[in-house]
């Protein structure tokens, strides 16, 4: 099976500021995929980023990036120059290059501080 | 723009009622999905479909059941109400091909009394 874990539960960050938030899974699969996902306040969830497995360069959008760390089995998000509209709910996500189902974390609550 | 919706925002329901959500998305996805989102366990699947009348149960399918008729429509059924089922309930959609984003709706707030 496999797990994802979110250890920071909540995080805050000045605005502007960079912040990092960590995720790490457990899997025995070689070929799979990672995504972040963002879910601002009573808003739909979106795609933040996502990796493939298989790329050993970090995945980039605008200011996310990730630090992905494949024999640590560690794919942390780093946010640059953080804004207000940030704040939101964060949730790493796993996937099997041969599967559908998505495996979740339980979650980063990130508060963007004006 | 790819679009998932949710038949309600918010639904209070009795113990023991028959409860109906359904989702709907507008971009031909073969993949659909019904997680659940509590607090401190993060999205938990419930059942997902990868085809018209199929489906596949997920982590936590018990007390739930669904119905795929078509293919832009995902129903989830509660059979019978019961308090623990009180949570957000999240759909999502995707194509099948490997690795695709899954594309959320905006979630149905059930509250069971």
């Known amino acids: 099976a496999q797990t994802v874990t979110q250890s920071q539960p909540e995080m805050s960050v000045q605005e502007a500021e960079t912040v990092t938030l960590s995720c790490t899974y457990d899997?025995?699969?070689?070929?799979?995929?990672l995504f972040w996902y963002k879910q601002p306040p009573s808003r739909q969830m979106i795609l933040v980023i996502r990796?493939?497995?298989?790329?050993?360069q970090n995945a980039t959008e605008n200011r996310f990036s990730v630090n992905f760390q494949k024999a640590a089995k560690s794919f942390s998000l780093k946010i640059s120059d953080s804004q207000l509209g940030d704040t939101a709910m964060y949730f790493c996500?796993?996937?099997?290059?041969?599967?559908?189902?998505?495996?979740f974390g339980t979650g980063t609550s990130l508060t963007v501080i004006p | 723009d790819v679009k998932v919706t949710q038949s309600s925002r918010y639904l209070v329901k009795r113990t023991g009622e028959k409860v109906f959500l359904e989702c709907v998305q507008d971009m031909d996805h073969e993949n659909m999905f019904w997680y659940r989102q509590d607090p401190g366990l993060g999205l938990r699947l419930i059942y997902f479909?990868?085809?018209?009348?199929?489906?596949e149960k997920g982590d936590i399918p018990e007390g739930y059941s669904v119905s795929r008729e078509k293919k832009e429509r995902f129903s989830l059924i509660l059979e019978s109400a019961s308090t623990n089922q009180t949570s957000m309930y999240l759909c999502?959609?995707?194509?099948?091909?490997?690795?695709?984003?899954?594309?959320f709706g905006p979630g149905t707030r059930l509250t069971v009394l």
């Open positions: 996500a796993f996937m099997k290059r041969t599967g559908n189902q998505f495996y």
């Open positions: 899997t025995s699969e070689n070929n799979y995929y």
């Open positions: 999502a959609s995707s194509f099948v091909s490997v690795a695709d984003t899954q594309y």
């Open positions: 479909s990868y085809d018209v009348k199929m489906k």
């Open positions: 990796q493939e497995a298989y790329k050993q």
